[in-house]
């Protein structure tokens, strides 16, 4: 998976299951994206081009490690191109750089669906108040974890995106994973 992820939270009891939060994220890929139905391919993407930087104050809603979510209403989110992609990814033209401030909302949730089968679900929406806020962006992904014997395991990862500035069509990925497990 062509990925670079890093999260952050964290937060300050407030009261009950809620806390005072702040919460970082930074997105983008190792390697170069091309659009293979151009002859010759097409460069669509490289290394921090783009690259998605949100981060903001809210409040987070905790009820155990298997479940959360997160509301942050003052959401900046920055993105970042290289000038050979300036006008993309909802960059103007010349420009490498997108400011956006807006209301963003996560929720984790993981349970044990049978013994040996582990669900998570992770949902982040995104809405810009800047620019066209009844547009939202919403990635969702919906992960199983399965451990076949002692020395098998499996993992099943469907990830679905929907952002304009990314692209006009929904996104759909999905990864399936077989591991072999050996204990020293």
């Known amino acids: 998976d062509d990925m670079i992820q890093f999260n952050s939270l964290v937060g300050k009891k407030a009261k009950g299951y809620w806390s005072y939060s702040f919460f970082l994220n930074i997105k983008t890929q190792f390697t170069d994206g091309f659009d293979y139905s151009k002859t010759p391919k097409l460069k669509t993407s490289g290394f921090f081009a783009p690259a998605y930087f949100s981060f903001g104050p809210g409040m987070l809603w905790k009820k155990s490690n298997n479940f959360n979510f997160n509301l942050a209403p003052l959401t900046s989110k920055i993105t970042v191109v290289s000038d050979e992609f300036s006008g993309q990814y909802g960059t103007d033209l010349g420009s490498t750089t997108r400011y956006e401030l807006g209301f963003n909302a996560s929720l984790f ?52 995106i929907v952002d304009d500035n990314a692209s006009s069509k929904v996104q759909f990925k999905e990864v399936f994973g077989l591991g072999v497990n050996y204990k020293f």
């Open 109 to 160: 949730h993981k349970t044990a669906l049978m013994e040996n089968v582990v669900m998570q679900n992770i949902v982040n929406v995104y809405s810009n108040y800047l620019d066209k806020p009844g547009n939202i962006d919403i990635q969702y992904q919906l992960m199983f974890d399965m451990q076949i014997n002692k020395y098998l395991s499996t993992n099943l990862n469907f990830h679905t």
